[in-house]
């Protein structure tokens, strides 16, 4: 039976996955050793192996344990008695306060997930569609035509386009704190959902008159266009 780990050994990882965090916002994952990190947390590089197996998994840990807390927000603010508008408000609110303590998880999060082996890859992207999709179905319980229009799915990724980016240009404190930009960040959002509508359908294209044929003239006959190609790739969240 395996001996259960003990909080100096979790809290120690933690300290790692940190450190970790840090520098792999500031320098990247690729520039940034093994070594560099064993010299910030304080240890030896074998004592960093002794919790995890080599960089990638670092990586790994890092980006899981920012999704999960995520994750675990979104659970949050679901289970509290809010109605549609509060509870977008709500999330948008939470997770803008989350990224002020998590700027450098964000950060791994959003630019170097995809250097992750693909099994571990497809478990963060798995949480995070979960994490959007909680999102689009706020948006949809805001203003319900939009989901028939199957709008509250893009509508939640420009909402994170909005927020998921504000590490690369805010500065805390110079002059407004992420307390103080959260509900900003909502009203931006409310004050440009009540102003969208569904957009028309597609008009489809004026009938071609049939011209009468001149006695001493051959009409010309007209080229079909070729049917333009469509990409069929799925796009990646």
Same mark, same amino acid.
């Given at each position: 039976?395996?001996? $259960?780990?003990?909080?100096?050994?979790?809290?120690?990882? #933690?300290?790692?996955?940190?450190?970790?965090?840090?520098?792999?916002?500031?320098?990247?994952?690729?520039?940034?050793?093994?070594?560099?990190?064993?010299?910030?947390?304080?240890? +030896?590089?074998?004592?960093?192996?002794?919790?995890?197996?080599?960089?990638?998994?670092?990586? %790994?840990?890092?980006?899981? *344990?920012?999704?999960?807390?995520?994750?675990?927000?979104?659970?949050?603010?679901?289970?509290?008695?809010?109605?549609?508008? *509060?509870? &977008?408000?709500? &999330?948008?609110?939470?997770?803008?306060?989350?990224?002020?303590?998590?700027?450098?998880?964000?950060?791994?999060?959003? #630019?170097?997930?995809? &250097?992750?082996?693909?099994?571990?890859?497809?478990?963060?992207?798995?949480?995070?569609?979960?994490?959007?999709?909680?999102?689009?179905?706020?948006?949809?319980?805001?203003?319900?035509?939009?989901?028939?229009?199957?709008?509250?799915? =893009?509508?939640?990724?420009?909402?994170?386009?909005?927020?998921?980016?504000?590490?690369?240009?805010?500065?805390?404190?110079?002059? &407004?704190?992420?307390?103080?930009?959260?509900?900003?960040?909502?009203?931006?959002?409310?004050?440009?959902?009540? *102003?969208?509508? $569904? =957009?028309?359908?597609?008009?489809?294209?004026?009938?071609? +008159?049939?011209?009468? %044929?001149? $006695?001493?003239?051959? $009409?010309?006959? *007209?080229?079909?266009?070729?049917?333009?190609?469509?990409?069929?790739?799925?796009?990646?969240?």
């Amino acid at each position: 039976m395996a001996r $259960p780990r003990s909080q100096a050994y979790d809290g120690q990882r #933690e300290l790692i996955l940190k450190h970790a965090a840090s520098l792999f916002a500031v320098k990247g994952y690729s520039a940034t050793s093994m070594n560099e990190v064993a010299a910030a947390c304080g240890v +030896s590089k074998a004592a960093v192996y002794h919790y995890v197996r080599d960089k990638n998994e670092l990586l %790994a840990l890092v980006a899981e *344990a920012h999704v999960q807390r995520l994750a675990q927000v979104v659970a949050e603010v679901m289970t509290e008695p809010l109605g549609a508008e *509060a509870r &977008l408000r709500e &999330l948008i609110i939470r997770f803008v306060r989350e990224y002020a303590s998590a700027r450098n998880e964000h950060r791994v999060l959003t #630019e170097d997930v995809g &250097l992750l082996e693909p099994a571990r890859r497809e478990q963060v992207l798995q949480v995070q569609r979960g994490v959007v999709a909680a999102f689009a179905n706020a948006v949809a319980a805001v203003r319900p035509g939009l989901q028939k229009a199957e709008l509250h799915k =893009p509508l939640a990724m420009l909402l994170f386009g909005m927020i998921n980016w504000m590490f690369t240009w805010f500065r805390p404190g110079e002059p &407004l704190t992420h307390e103080q930009m959260a509900p900003l960040v909502a009203d931006l959002f409310f004050g440009g959902l009540v *102003a969208v509508n $569904p =957009p028309a359908p597609a008009s489809t294209p004026a009938a071609v +008159s049939k011209t009468r %044929a001149s $006695p001493t003239k051959v $009409p010309t006959k *007209a080229r079909t266009a070729k049917p333009s190609r469509q990409s069929t790739k799925e796009t990646t969240l």
